[in-house]
């Protein structure tokens, strides 16, 4: 960590208000260069509308901003990146059909004699890459891109315009171990250059990897700041949520009844191969791979998104045929997506509209009084998942990531199914948000309902899972009953090892 006392980008004050609802209040944060500064709090604290207050998205309405002590305004993102402010957010934001070069330089390419120097470009970020010492074909077109390269293509065009502060939102939700590694390097690499740079991130793991000092913001205000060498992850959640979370994973003693659910040989010519498994009612069957292991993707055939397909689905012992979503729904499966921006909710849509948009026959078109029962419906479900929002009629687009994920839940329960496949339910979201599905998931089974549970968060998966199927490379490896898991089998499994890793090197 740096020994520079002086703040590269400080705020003070910083309020914001939409609409007469307080998103900021009075919040300050300082950052100094050659630091990394984690920016922590539930979905809903504020944290996106401070990023967006930072990079001249949005105009504070009160309150200042300084960058190494100088009084500075935005009325644009341009503004703010030729300030020095640049962020890299989960989702991002590029240009698909251009090339990496392109991508890092565009808007802003260099010209000789009137033309784009397209040598340049290429030689220039050739050059960035090389200081990243990262390897990245700079003529690949960047919808070729994995995940993790997106990620480096937009560091490395935070670097072209000499960054002072890089702000990293959530950069290892979608990365393997390696890739995350990777970035971990980076940021280090970066922080040993002087750039200071802010991480926000839901996983206090990498959290306590990478950065240096704290800053905790709840409902829109500052509540702390300090060293991360001076506080434990439990001290932090009860900042962060104002709470003690103690019941992470509240798993209900539920005995699993009858077998609702048996699929039989299911196999995808490129995907998942010989697929076999079961699923009884109130049972939450758990689903655990490496990145590339076919977890989601026998999900999605199952629920009828995928051609091609070979094998058996049974309900209730009875064979049924799903060739599409409706098909799936009609016969009471539904699947919340991990995907939720481009596949679970539509976004430029009201909260209420999208919960029970898989149900309008139900709710009725044109019918006097459907507003009434959408309220009705949706209110039920936002208030058992504790959505935070200023009102049912608030666009989706508005809301915090973990927030958006609710609503993609009450759309899916709202259709009253038998079985639900939850593909990464909590990817994103924060500790207090992903109690609160925890809980309702439990609850859920309580019921009667069947749960199909995907995550990549091991504890996620052993918390509440009643068995655990670990996949490998298309294929099942292995299935676990909760009493015999143990983090070192199910990894071993998951790697393709028969044995635990540590006998398998």
């Known amino acids: 960590m740096t020994t520079n006392t002086s703040p590269v980008l400080q705020l003070t004050g910083i309020c914001k208000r939409f609409a007469g609802i307080v998103a900021l209040n009075q919040v300050s944060l300082t950052v100094r260069a050659g630091e990394v500064m984690a920016l922590i709090g539930e979905n809903g604290a504020g944290k996106s509308t401070l990023v967006k207050t930072l990079t001249g998205i949005y105009q504070p309405d009160e309150g200042s901003i300084a960058l190494a002590g100088q009084a500075v305004s935005f009325s644009s993102a341009q503004d703010a990146m030729q300030a020095g402010i640049t962020a890299v957010h989960q989702e991002t934001v ?13 808007g802003r390419q260099p010209c000789m004699r009137g033309c784009i120097d397209w040598k340049r470009i290429e030689s220039e970020a050739q050059k960035l890459f090389e200081r990243l010492e990262v390897t990245l074909p700079v003529r690949a077109r960047v919808k070729d891109l994995s995940v993790a390269q997106r990620h480096f293509v937009e560091i490395a065009r935070a670097l072209s315009q000499d960054a002072r502060v890089v702000i990293l939102d959530e950069p290892t939700a979608s990365l393997s171990q390696r890739e995350i590694q990777e970035l971990y390097r980076i940021i280090r690499q970066l922080r040993a250059a002087g750039t200071a740079v802010i991480f926000i991130s839901h996983k206090f793991d990498e959290i306590f990897a990478v950065a240096d000092r704290y800053t905790v913001l709840r409902d829109g205000q500052f509540i702390a700041e300090g060293a991360l060498a001076d506080i434990s992850e439990p001290e932090l959640v009860s900042l962060m949520v104002g709470r003690s979370v103690k019941d992470a994973y509240p798993k209900a003693a539920v005995t699993p009844g009858e077998v609702v659910l048996e699929v039989r040989n299911f196999c995808h010519p490129t995907e998942f191969d010989d697929v076999s498994f079961s699923l009884r009612q109130g049972e939450i069957l758990g689903f ?5 292991a076919g977890r989601s993707e026998v999900m999605q055939a199952l629920f009828g998104l995928t051609s091609g397909v070979r094998g058996t689905v049974s309900l209730h012992g009875k064979q049924v045929y799903i060739a599409s979503p409706a098909d799936a729904v009609a016969h009471g499966i539904a699947y919340v997506p991990e995907d939720r921006q481009h596949q679970g909710a539509h976004l430029t849509l009201p909260i209420l509209h999208n919960i029970t948009l898989p149900i309008l026959s139900r709710v009725g078109f044109f019918l006097r009084g459907r507003r009434a029962q959408e309220t009705a419906v949706a209110r039920h479900y936002a208030e058992q998942l504790e959505l935070k929002a200023a009102h049912l009629t608030q666009n989706v687009s508005e809301l915090s990531g ?9 759309k899916w329960l709202a259709t009253d199914p038998k079985v639900i496949i939850l593909d990464e339910p909590t990817k994103g979201i924060d500790i207090g948000s992903k109690a609160a599905v925890h809980r309702f998931i439990s609850e859920l089974v309580a019921k009667g309902l069947s749960v199909i549970l995907v995550s990549s ?33 199910i990894v071993a499994a998951a790697s393709g090892c028969a044995q635990p890793l540590e006998e398998c090197a």
């Open 288 to 292: 655990y791979g490496l990145v590339g």
């Open 457 to 489: 968060e091991l504890p996620e998966v052993m918390g509440l899972a009643d068995r655990i199927v670990v996949m490998h490379q298309g294929r099942i490896e292995n299935v676990y009953a909760r009493a015999e898991a143990t983090p070192e089998l």
């Open 402 to 410: 973990g927030n958006q994920q609710k609503v993609v839940l009450g």
């Open 94 to 106: 590029m240009f698909d059909e251009l090339t990496v070069a392109e991508n890092i330089y565009v």
